[in-house]
């Protein structure tokens, strides 16, 4: 099986997903939206008008089984060839974004895609194509519990500070760091909080392990993955009740939902109370990378077998 995946930029997720697919024997071709990225330079609509000939050439030119587009903004250019069946992935930023118009092109692509996939329950009840929903998958061999004192000594942090995480960019306004200000002022306990920024993402279980608690502020989130990773980790987490946050922790010992800033900070006093770590490894059973790519070659396959390879672009059917 050949794989054309269409992307606006990569992320480590997807990037996992390409790996786990590749070792179940498919070939995988990526091809990006021409131009530099950043949250302050998006890409401009020039840039996208060069990827569709992009696109048509390849699926001219090599012969591939299926397009699969990674997030909304990519879907138009996915559909427009005419050739091959769709695969669509959003990813949350998309069918949940601030803006109208992404929301409204991502619910178009996932209505006339041969197939849609989604990670999480929160996306599924957005969404009302038929869909199928699989997680994004947490490589557990990486994301392991690490001693807090071996972690803190490789990234340099000291050994007897009480830390909070952070785990985003504090200029992202969606993240809300002044709340996770707000939150550690108000915790009626000694706690440094920390932010992380361009810290390489398989240096990211040192991170997750040197800190006492992960806290998410988020305002809005479709995961966040962070979640899953420190729970694999078995670290605390105190966040506020976005995504898939509380049926993915909201059962895990020492990891606490809240909605206040004062639930919030009692959650930090709770865990910071002791030394203790979560059981949120055992609780991610399931949400591996395995399972995951399992899933997808199910949806690959479903969509190829229809009578006569046709491109039918209804929906395969929901699957939760």
């Known amino acids: 099986m050949h794989v054309l995946h269409l992307i606006t930029s990569t992320r480590s997720f997807f990037e996992q ?28 609509p020039l840039d996208y ?13 090599d012969d591939y089984d299926l397009v699969h587009g990674h997030y909304g903004l990519v879907a138009p250019f996915a559909l427009a060839q005419p050739t091959r069946p769709v695969v669509l992935s959003l990813w949350g930023t ?35 194509a038929e869909h199928v929903e699989i997680p994004f998958g947490v490589d557990t061999t990486q994301f392991r519990p690490i001693p807090r004192e071996k972690a803190r000594d490789r990234i340099g942090w000291d050994t007897d500070a009480r830390i909070a995480l952070f785990p985003y960019d504090r200029s ?10 707000r939150v550690v002022d108000r915790a009626d306990t000694e706690l440094e909080l920390r932010t992380i920024d361009d810290v390489p993402y398989d240096e990211m279980p040192y991170y997750m392990n040197a800190s006492d608690v992960l806290l998410v502020t988020s305002r809005r989130e479709s995961g966040p993955m962070v979640v899953k990773e420190a729970a694999a980790c078995n670290v605390p987490i105190v966040s506020t009740d976005v995504g898939f946050v509380r049926e993915t922790v909201g059962n895990i ?33 399931g949400l591996g990378l395995e399972a995951m790519g399992d899933r997808l070659l199910d949806v690959y396959r479903r969509v190829l077998n229809r009578p006569n390879g046709t491109v039918h672009r209804t929906g395969v059917g ?3």
Request: hydrophobic share 35%.
């Open 318 to 320: 929901h699957e939760v």
């Open 17 to 44: 997903q390409v790996a786990v697919l590749e070792d179940r024997g498919v070939e995988c071709t990526v091809i990006g939206v021409p131009g530099e990225y950043s949250a302050d330079s998006p890409r401009t």
């Open 253 to 285: 010992d020492d990891c606490i939902v809240g909605t206040t800033d004062d639930e919030l900070a009692a959650g930090l006093e709770r865990i910071l109370c002791g030394d203790r770590r979560s059981d949120g490894r055992d609780a991610i059973d």
């Open 94 to 128: 998309d069918l949940m974004s601030d803006m109208g118009w992404l929301r409204r092109i991502s619910r178009y692509g996932a209505r006339f895609a041969d197939a849609t996939v989604v990670p999480s329950p929160a996306m599924s009840r957005e969404l009302d």
């Open 172 to 181: 992202r306004s969606v993240k809300d760091f002044p709340r996770a200000e």
């Open 49 to 61: 008008l060069r990827f569709y000939p992009q696109v048509l050439s390849h699926v001219v030119s």
